[in-house]
């Protein structure tokens, strides 16, 4: 027998929640496969089969909240995986019975439901071919497993746990604005320069860097630069020291499934365009299939979020403790703006940022946004750090 164990979760993590486990108690597996996902208030821990065998008890199933060193379960050694089934029968089929409903006869789309509803092929009642199971006959079981509806007034309330992601979110939300003193300052952004830009050289940049010009490089190339001008916008308060950070790690909210995270961009001010957009673009990708690891959500010094892609024209974004600013983004919309004493429809964008006051000034906070106005309005500004 061999112990399933709950690993190291990274720094400063202690607890997790358990996920979906991959197969039932009784089912095969291969060493190294995905056996168990756990859930830590940052990343998603997958657990992989420590042997080739069989799964014979798990002791903590889905929802129940494990810490470092806890026994998952356990497993059987066995130099071949095999089903469950084989190893319990022990009355020989009878000849008018219908074949054997083994997962391996079905087709990937029912193993696939199978999997993700953790369901043993064994209690389907199947209806297809040949004794195999079908689509339907799955659906068929998942209904007549839920229990019967209570009266309806019961259906008018859902109650659910919250996953620890959120749990941490609303946590650390909370004690930002029980903490720090925010406030925010707004101002608006002329994108014509930045959009044309982005058209005439798109083509050209996918071409030779292999990734998308996105408006995110130009913000975040836009923030350090104002961040080395106003440098308590990228310093943070440790009891009655203020420490300033001579290194620039961008957070970037992303949106998940799960909730919203904030991977960093390391060392920022050290890349130039393309690898900005292609560290962007992996640590989004991997946010959103929750491979990231502890490391991509710890350390930044000042964070940027963009509500935008949502539709959204304002808000005041909360700053990520210990950091004492973030810059909100939003939706680009055509307005009319007075040009030389002229009016104009041009592509407007709202900026926010929200920052500690107990550490940055007001002069300090509108300085640091017009400096991004000047800077995206005039992009060649980027090019030249002026």
């Known amino acids: 027998m061999k112990d399933i164990l709950v690993p190291l979760l990274g720094e400063s993590v202690t607890e997790a929640t358990v996920g979906k486990w991959s197969i039932n108690a009784g089912d095969s597996i291969t ?64 000849e008018d019975s219908k074949p054997s409903t083994s997962i391996d006869k079905n087709p990937p789309s029912v193993k696939k439901m199978l999997v993700e509803n953790n369901l043993s092929s064994s209690k389907i009642p199947a209806t297809g071919k040949d004794g195999r199971i079908t689509k339907s006959d799955v659906l068929q079981f998942i209904e007549n497993q839920k229990p019967i509806s209570a009266p ?49 050289l798109q083509e050209s940049f996918q071409t030779s860097h292999g990734v998308k010009l996105g408006f995110m490089s130009f913000f975040v190339k836009a923030c350090v630069q104002a961040l080395k001008e106003i440098p ?35 060392d920022a001010d050290a890349l130039n365009f393309a690898e900005i957009e292609k560290s962007i673009a992996d640590l989004g990708t991997r946010a959103k299939d929750g491979k990231l690891e502890m490391n991509d959500l710890t350390g930044g010094t000042f964070s940027i979020t963009n509500g935008g892609i949502f539709g959204s024209l304002m808000s005041t974004p909360i700053i990520n403790p210990p ?11 055509n307005r ?10 041009r592509p407007m964008m709202y900026v926010a940022l929200s920052y500690d006051h107990r550490l940055v000034d007001g002069k300090e906070a509108v300085t640091f946004l017009v400096r991004i106005k000047q800077m995206l309005e005039d992009p060649e500004r980027l090019l030249l750090q002026v």
């Open 323 to 333: 950091q004492c600013g973030i810059l909100g983004m939003h939706a680009i919309q």
């Open 152 to 200: 309806m007034i019961e259906d008018r309330e859902e109650r659910i746990p919250m996953s620890r992601l959120r749990q941490k979110i609303a946590e650390r939300l909370k004690s930002a604005q029980q903490t720090a003193a925010i406030l925010t300052t707004f101002n608006e952004i002329d994108m014509s320069h930045v959009m044309d830009l982005r058209k005439r």
């Open 31 to 94: 060493q190294d496969k995905l056996l168990v996902e756990l859930e830590t208030d940052k990343v998603t821990v997958e657990v992989n089969a420590p042997i080739s065998g069989i799964l014979k008890e798990i002791a903590f199933p889905k929802g129940s909240t494990v810490k470092i060193g806890d026994i998952l379960g356990k497993m059987e050694e066995a130099s071949v995986a095999v089903p469950i089934s084989s190893l319990t029968e022990t009355k020989p089929e009878k």
């Open 232 to 266: 308590a916008l990228n310093a943070e308060i440790d009891g009655t020291d203020i420490v300033f950070k001579h290194f620039y790690d961008i957070g970037v909210a992303v949106s998940t499934e799960r909730g919203l995270v904030v991977p960093v961009v390391r």
């Open 336 to 345: 009319p703006v007075a040009i030389a004493d002229k009016i104009e429809i």
